[in-house]
């Protein structure tokens, strides 16, 4: 169903045009200082084309860090519910990696489940992932280890895969591809051969075995000292949690006076020992040892009876970002070959 | 600035001394500008700098804190504290920005009934002259501005 | 390197400590990670900390780790600073640990606190010649271009608190933003709630940080917290004489008061 | 949850959207202990809406947030719900403040139920503890109503003291009528000089009751210790794990699968549970 095309270099700046005209949004790596973040960009120019990853992902752009799920005015001795307006633009991700495209679809999985989210479902179907095939990964990447590759195309409506020439081989996936390549059909070309593609790709290292993964590290669970060691340096922030384009764990927060006020949604992670506390004071997970082996747990173990597949891309985000150097490719490969 | 604009000013007060010496501005039927929102506290040593923020959070244009002047506080070292925390916290508004000329910390003892008077008129005037404070109504206030952060 | 591993292999072997918090070689190269060594034969993983984000006082106070037992600390200056500064505010105990004291390349053994009090006192940590810059930078703008220039900043935060995490000062066992009654420090990571939280750290920080530079390291989006804390504690030397982390019995600055402290806007 | 206010038309419903709820009663069980009914505000929402005993719902405040507390009415009884819960937080503080006439927000039915359909003509046993009353009562009201469907009933229920112990009159009622086998218990020390039940914990008075185990089903509720020392109790008495049900008291926020907090093992609390049986808690990590 793909439809290959050749994109040429020089005729971005053309194409974003093209689609900002039609009044979308684009929001690609850019860097600031030296992090990287999905930000509006106006032309292809402000894009930091060559970052490895972006240190933040761009969930953000379907999952906002903190978002109104209802609003609520109190006249008197009545009240008013109303839904906040969810008008979110129509958006284009440019340049995300295949892992970042792939987590949508294991976003899609939990947000669209029943009951679906219909904040998610409004910003998801605005929005069209354009993604950059991997030439160049660095030590945190692990997409192989997980199922993907830096060329994979799950999730990604348009993937461009630079070619040696100053260009791009364009696969059109989806139907939401088309309508943006035909924003601007001339800054496009024909196909070029497929084994041209191959050699320009990333070379990323099986870091750990993913058959059968699940069950050991169901059999590994009452191994304490095991995870009390993997866990020792960690500090329970929820940076691992909020750089990740999978984790979807939210907080719901009531905010604002007697009179007039909004429920948030918020992100949250259960790296933080408030996320089990009970009121009772009772906490199921205390320790951040257990903290830190659910969160293996839960994308590597129970994801895979609840989505499927496991909830995890490689992205390296987690590894990058963890000021205690948590690497969870390290930390799995340690759990897949322990004793 | 913009005419008609009456300025919203809360003030923090030790109840020792400077609630005591508003109570004596009104029996002494000394008029003053009626734009203050006096909150009581047992000591100036209680006012946490938080509560000047969510003052501001919760619509004040300008804040007075006020309480025993050093020496005289019934708890002995409670406005010690308080001018401690004061110097620091003034640092770090300003710091960051925010128009420490808003908030206005005063020594007022029970007697002092002209003095709070006169303090309460002439912060509401300079508030008047800044205007109100803009930069906080923008922050987005739940279920008043769309709160959305990417 | 191997001066501190022969000391970490003679202080396990004589059981005077039963775990050596130092640096090992991260998945990174020259951005080493935490290490909790306990068996003899892992000494060897140990390495200098130049280039590590970690202040390794933060682990003092871990539950886990206590349960580990006595620790030896490989600590640089700024972690000397804080084992004080957690002395001085009851949370360590003289005699609780064993300090390794690597500064440029040179061990130096500090058994307790009198000794460590000695160490820091030769090395003053003035606030590095970039932060300065930095500061004054900032406060070269005029009022309205700062907030706009912080307000940019903590609009950037995700409330990861990962600022807080990483400070060794932060040990409280339920922070004032996890307590909701009442909802002091908003929770939602909007620029409001934000500013609200960054401000409260700084001012709880007040007179207490020792300017190790953590919690900015470990910012994922790169907020230059520290200098919040820094101006402060320039502040704090200024007006009331006082500089965290340089002696073990200390006030702490905000509980103590002087009845001659000077300021000028108080009317 | 058809119904004006709820979808609005571009796509599917808000899942967070409450429905608004009016307090037409309120009874102070015990020290800090309430019983809210409530009716809904929206009266099309009430007819439509419908539950069954076990689910549970998100009961909130506006401005103060919600909490998580089963639906202690009986599926049988229409036109209203009733909820127990404790004075312990933000929340539960808010909620005891509101008054009758006051409105609150509630989300729900969430989560999996009692299989009281499938136990017609079977023998039930109730064991509870301290508050964890409210949800096995739905079930309760549920057989009592359609008392001829099922066998013996045997209720044995205990808290640290005799104030404690919630839905006195209920209990009284209960006792009087002659087809269940009620035996209330108070801790040792706990009982006032009038109290007439037993004095003891629970798990010896289930002992002591020694319900038969054939062709019956137990649902134990209460605090972790009491569940602990009951299970061997029902064991040695006949029953098999998997004819023990409970509910599980965890976390939650959203209440419908997506937050994350009620992740315990394979299952998400609120949408696999809250309603288990003891031998699919033997497969499940501590973690609850």
């Keep these: ?339 | 600035m913009a005419d008609g604009f009456e300025p919203r000013l809360t003030a923090f007060v030790c109840n020792w001394c400077t609630y005591a010496g508003a109570d004596l501005t009104g029996t002494s039927r000394i008029r003053y500008a009626p734009n203050v929102r006096i909150i009581r506290f047992p000591c100036t040593g209680r006012i946490d700098f938080m509560l000047i923020l969510k003052a501001f959070e919760q619509g004040a244009d300008g804040v007075i804190v006020s309480g025993c002047h050093p020496g005289d506080c019934h708890y002995t070292a409670g406005n010690y504290h308080a001018r401690r925390r004061w110097m620091v916290f003034r640092r770090l508004l300003d710091f960051v920005g925010i128009d420490v000329e808003r908030v206005q910390f005063a020594w007022v003892s029970a007697a002092e009934g002209a003095k709070w008077a006169q303090l309460v008129n002439e912060v509401t005037e300079k508030i008047r002259a800044l205007g109100p404070l803009e930069e906080f109504r923008r922050l987005p206030m739940p279920g008043v501005q769309p709160i959305e952060v990417m | ?267 | ?288």
Excluded at chain 1, 78 to 88: H, M, Y
Excluded at chain 4, 38 to 61: C, D, I, K, N, P
Excluded at chain 4, 141 to 147: F, I, S, Y
Aim: glycine residues 8%; aromatic residues 8%; charged residues 25%.
């Design chain 4, 1 to 288: 949850m058809g119904c004006a206010c709820h979808g609005d038309g571009n796509g599917s419903a808000n899942v967070y959207r409450p429905y608004l709820m009016r307090i037409e009663r309120i009874i102070d069980e015990a020290p800090a202990i309430k019983t809210f009914r409530l009716v809904f505000v929206h009266e099309e929402e009430g007819r439509s809406f419908t539950f069954l005993a076990g689910q549970f719902g998100e009961y909130g405040v506006f401005g103060e947030g919600e909490s998580t507390f089963c639906i202690a009415s009986s599926p049988t009884r229409k036109g209203y719900i009733e909820c127990t819960f404790r004075q312990v937080g933000r929340v539960t503080t808010a909620l005891a403040d509101r008054d009758v006439g006051d409105v609150i927000s509630f989300r729900g039915p969430y989560g999996n139920v009692f299989p009281v359909e499938q136990w017609r003509g079977k023998n039930l046993v109730f064991v509870a503890g301290g508050i964890a009353l409210p949800p096995l009562r739905s079930v309760i009201w549920n057989v009592l109503d359609l008392r001829q469907d099922y066998g013996d009933i045997t209720i044995v229920y205990g808290a640290r003291s005799v104030a404690d112990l919630v839905y006195k009159h209920e209990l009284e009622e209960w006792k009087a009528r002659g087809d269940v086998r009620v035996l209330t218990t108070v801790d040792p020390g706990g009982q006032t000089p009038d109290w007439k039940g037993e004095v003891g914990f629970v798990p010896a008075v289930v002992e002591k009751a020694a319900p038969s185990a054939r062709d019956a089903v137990a649902l134990v509720c209460g605090p972790p210790i009491m569940i602990k020392l009951t299970l061997p109790v029902l064991e040695k008495l006949g029953f098999a794990p998997d004819n023990i049900y409970t509910t599980l008291e965890n976390r939650m926020k959203c209440g419908v699968g997506k937050c994350g907090r009620c992740n315990v093992g394979p299952y998400y609390v609120c949408k696999d549970g809250p309603v288990f049986t003891f031998a699919q808690l033997a497969d499940l990590p501590p973690e609850y």
């Design chain 1, 1 to 339: 169903m793909a439809d290959a095309r050749t994109l040429r270099r020089e005729s971005l700046a053309r194409w974003f045009e093209a689609i900002r005209a039609a009044g979308r949004r684009i929001l690609a790596p850019r860097a600031r200082g030296d992090t990287t973040a999905f930000e509006e960009v106006t032309a292809p120019s402000e894009v930091a084309m060559d970052c490895v990853q972006t240190t933040l992902s761009p969930k953000a752009a379907v999952f906002p860090r903190c978002e109104e799920l209802l609003r609520y005015e109190r006249q008197g001795k009545d009240l008013r519910v109303t839904d906040p307006p969810l008008q979110p633009p129509e958006t284009v991700l440019f340049g995300v990696r295949p892992c970042d495209a792939a987590a949508m679809e294991v976003l899609d999985a939990v947000f669209s489940a029943d009951p679906p989210d219909r904040f998610f479902q409004t910003r998801r179907a605005r929005t069209t992932v354009i993604a950059i095939a991997c030439t160049q990964a660095d030590a945190a990447c692990f997409c192989t280890s997980v199922g993907l590759s830096p060329g994979s195309t799950l999730g990604s409506d348009i993937l461009l895969t630079p070619t040696d020439g100053a260009g791009f081989a364009a696969d059109v996936l989806t139907d939401k591809g088309r309508r943006i390549v035909e924003l601007c059909p001339e800054a496009f070309g024909p196909a070029v051969a497929a084994q041209e593609r191959r050699a320009v790709l990333a070379q990323v290292p099986v870091r750990f075995e993913l058959k059968g993964l699940s069950d050991r590290l169901a059999a590994l669970f009452d191994r304490e000292e095991l995870w009390v060691d993997q866990s020792l340096r960690c500090l329970g922030c929820g940076t691992c949690a909020f750089v990740c384009p999978v984790c979807a764990c939210f907080d719901i927060q009531d905010e604002g006076t007697g009179r007039s006020g909004a429920r948030l949604r918020c992100w949250d992670s259960c790296g933080f020992s408030l996320f089990t506390l009970h009121a009772s004071g009772h906490n199921p997970r205390h320790l951040q040892s257990q903290r830190w082996r659910q969160r293996v747990m839960h994308k590597f173990s129970y994801a895979v009876g609840r989505l499927g597949r496991i909830a995890c891309v490689g992205c390296g985000r987690c590894s990058r970002a963890c000021p205690a150097d948590m690497n969870l490719a390290d930390h799995l490969q340690a759990l897949a070959e322990a004793k």
């Design chain 3, 1 to 267: 390197m191997e001066a501190l591993r022969a000391k970490a292999r003679e202080l396990l072997e004589s059981r005077t400590v039963q775990v050596v918090v130092g640096h090992e070689q991260g998945s990174v190269p020259g951005r080493p990670r935490p290490v909790f060594v306990r068996k003899i034969e892992d000494v060897d993983r140990l390495v200098a900390g130049e280039g590590g984000t970690i202040n390794l006082a933060v682990y003092l106070l871990k539950p886990e780790v206590q349960a580990l037992g006595r620790p030896a600390l490989v600590a640089d200056p700024a972690a000397l600073r804080t084992v004080l500064q957690l002395a001085s505010e009851n949370q360590i105990r003289d005699g609780a640990l064993v300090a390794l004291a690597l500064d440029d390349g040179r061990l130096t053994e500090l058994k307790d606190l009198a000794a460590i009090e000695a160490f820091v006192a030769e090395r003053p940590a003035g606030l590095p010649a970039e932060d300065q810059q930095r500061i004054a930078e900032i406060e070269a703008m005029s009022r309205e271009d700062r907030w706009t220039w912080w307000l940019e900043q903590f609009s950037r935060c995700l409330k990861c608190y990962a600022c807080r995490a990483a400070c060794p000062m932060c040990y409280c066992p339920r922070c004032v933003v996890e307590c909701n009654q009442p909802q002091w420090v908003p929770a939602a990571a909007h620029p409001r709630g934000n500013l609200e939280w960054h401000l409260c750290r700084a001012m709880h920080l007040a007179g207490r940080c020792v300017g190790c530079g953590a919690c900015a390291r470990a910012c994922p989006v790169g907020i230059p917290l520290d200098l919040l804390t820094q101006v402060l504690a320039r502040q704090i030397e200024a007006d009331f004489g006082v500089r965290a982390g340089t002696r073990a019995k200390a006030d702490y600055v905000l509980a103590s008061f002087r009845t001659t402290d000077k300021e000028d806007f108080i009317r």
